[in-house]
């Protein structure tokens, strides 16, 4: 089955500084691969989304990430951290043909003033 | 517009209890999916409708968890005789088409059940 891994359970970092959370996938088929963001008392919110096309996916709020299939990698960027981007990032995947999507389980960004 | 509403937002119930948890998705949505997330972790698929069909039940952890969405809007999710493992946070999700990779899911708020 499909899985995703989040290397890291808990990312501090000082605020405008540059973030990178990371996401490695399992598959040995065509996946599409997501980030949500869930703030505090919030439902999930989608970030960005990689279906096909360019392995550099822009999203909302400044973040982008990219596909590596050689490293089975889709890590989530943003160059300079706002203390608002405090929340938990969720990295999911979704296999072509199985409806589910299945998330990693979470990266808690911190972000210090 | 409106999004994604759960209610209710917290729920705390004693072992052996049923509770009922509702989801009212993005009017006019398609597709309706239930995830549990317990503490610390990501969201887990529970199960998955489109319209009133319920297409995939498969994450449901035992026959003592059903889910309806009668009239192909509004969905109920409902737990007999709860267990302390049940306590998790339930997520409602909905898109707009039939819940494939380009169909964004939008989620509520999820409601935080605590069983004693």
């Known amino acids: 089955a499909q899985s995703v891994t989040q290397l890291d359970s808990q990312v501090p970092v000082f605020e405008e500084a540059p973030v990178e959370l990371r996401c490695n996938y399992s598959s040995s088929v065509s996946v599409y691969l997501f980030w949500y963001v869930q703030y505090p008392n919030q439902g999930l919110q989608l970030l960005l989304k990689y279906l096909s096309g360019s392995t550099l996916v822009k999203g909302i709020n400044g973040f982008e990430a990219e596909f590596n299939k050689s490293q089975t990698s889709f890590h989530l960027r943003k160059p300079s951290v706002h203390i608002s981007d405090t929340a938990e990032y969720f990295c999911?995947?979704?296999?072509?043909?199985?409806?589910?999507?299945?998330f990693g389980k979470g990266t808690r960004l911190s972000v210090i003033a | 517009g409106a999004g994604v509403s759960q209610s209710p937002r917290y729920k705390v119930a004693k072992r052996g209890q049923d509770v009922a948890l509702r989801c009212d998705p993005i009017?006019?949505?398609?597709?309706l999916f239930w995830y549990q997330q317990a503490l610390g972790q990501g969201p887990e698929f529970l199960t998955y409708f489109q319209n009133e069909a319920q297409l995939d039940k498969s994450g449901l952890p035992s026959d003592r968890f059903f889910a309806e969405r009668p009239e192909g809007s509004v969905s109920t999710l409902k737990i007999q005789r709860t267990q302390q493992e049940d306590s998790a946070v339930y997520l409602c999700?909905?898109?707009?088409?039939?819940?494939?990779?380009?169909?964004?899911?939008?989620f509520g708020p999820g409601t935080r059940l605590t069983v004693l």
């Open positions: 999700a909905s898109s707009a088409h039939s819940g494939g990779p380009a169909d964004t899911q939008y």
């Open positions: 009017s006019g949505h398609v597709s």
């Open positions: 999911a995947v979704f296999r072509s043909g199985n409806t589910p999507l299945v």
